[in-house]
T-cell receptor, first 110, second 109 residues
C-alpha cells in the first residue's frame, strides 16, 4: 500500500533550469495538493486539484505550473528555477482535505 | 491576508502530563480545523479534525474549538516521548487550508 508517492526525493538545480516533480496516489482520492515548506514556516499551498481535470491556484503559485494527468497523478513544474524556490515540496491527497502526504522532495536551486 | 498563529515553542512537557497546544486564526468564516503532527525530517500526518464548537476526543487527543474567540487547541493526555514532534494547526475551507508555522513539542522522560 504505497499511499502518496513523490519523485524525486532530492534534486539540485541551477538557476534557470526546469524540472517536473511527480506525484501519484493509489487511494482513489479526488483531491490532490502541492505544498512547499520552508524553515520555521508552515505549509504553503502552491496549487491544488479538487478533481480530475481541474486545477486551482493556492497561496504561492507564481513560478509554478501543474498538471492533473489523471485521477492518480498530479505533477508540479518549475519552468525557470530561482533560488527562492529552494524548499521542501510535499504532495498530498484526500477526499475533501489533505489527508495523506508524500515523503517530500528536497529541492535546492543554486 | 488570512492568518493562523501558533507559538513556535519549543514547548517542554514531562512524560505523563497533559500537553496543550494553541492556535488562533483571523478568518471568521473558516469552517474546517485540523491538527497535523510532523516528526523531524518527515511528512505531516493528519491526527485530528474538528468542524463545530466544543470538544472532540480521539484516544489521548482532544481538539477544542471556539469560533467566537477564533481559537482552536489540541490537548494530548498522558504525553509520551513518541509525541515529541511539531504540531501544525490548519484552518480554512475544505480545499484551501492555511497552516500555522507549527509548535515544536518535546516530552521529557
Amino acid at each position: 500500500n504505497a499511499g502518496v508517492t513523490q519523485t524525486p526525493k532530492f534534486q539540485v538545480l541551477k538557476t534557470g533550469q526546469s524540472m517536473t516533480l511527480q506525484c501519484a496516489q493509489d487511494m482513489n482520492h479526488n483531491s490532490m495538493y502541492w505544498y512547499r515548506q520552508d524553515p520555521g514556516m508552515g505549509l504553503r499551498l502552491i496549487y491544488y486539484s479538487a478533481s480530475e481535470g481541474t486545477t486551482d491556484k493556492g497561496e504561492v503559485p507564481n513560478g509554478y505550473n501543474v498538471s492533473r494527468l489523471n485521477k492518480r497523478e498530479f505533477s508540479l513544474r518549475l519552468e525557470s528555477a530561482a533560488p527562492s524556490q529552494t524548499s521542501v515540496y510535499f504532495c498530498a491527497s484526500g477526499a475533501y482535505q489533505p489527508q495523506h502526504f508524500g515523503d517530500g522532495t528536497r529541492l535546492s536551486i543554486l | 491576508q488570512k492568518e493562523v498563529e501558533q507559538n513556535s515553542g519549543p514547548l517542554s512537557v514531562p512524560e505523563g502530563a497533559i500537553a496543550s497546544l494553541n492556535c488562533t486564526y483571523s478568518d471568521r468564516v473558516s469552517q474546517s480545523f485540523f491538527w497535523y503532527r510532523q516528526y523531524s525530517g518527515k511528512s505531516p500526518e493528519l491526527i485530528m479534525s474538528i468542524y463545530s464548537n466544543g470538544d472532540k476526543e480521539d484516544g489521548r487527543f482532544t481538539a477544542q474549538l471556539n469560533k467566537a474567540s477564533q481559537y482552536v487547541s489540541l490537548l494530548i493526555r498522558d504525553s509520551q516521548p513518541s509525541d515529541s514532534a511539531t504540531y501544525l494547526c490548519a484552518v480554512g475551507g475544505a480545499q484551501k487550508l492555511v497552516f500555522g508555522q507549527g509548535t515544536r513539542l518535546t516530552i521529557n522522560p
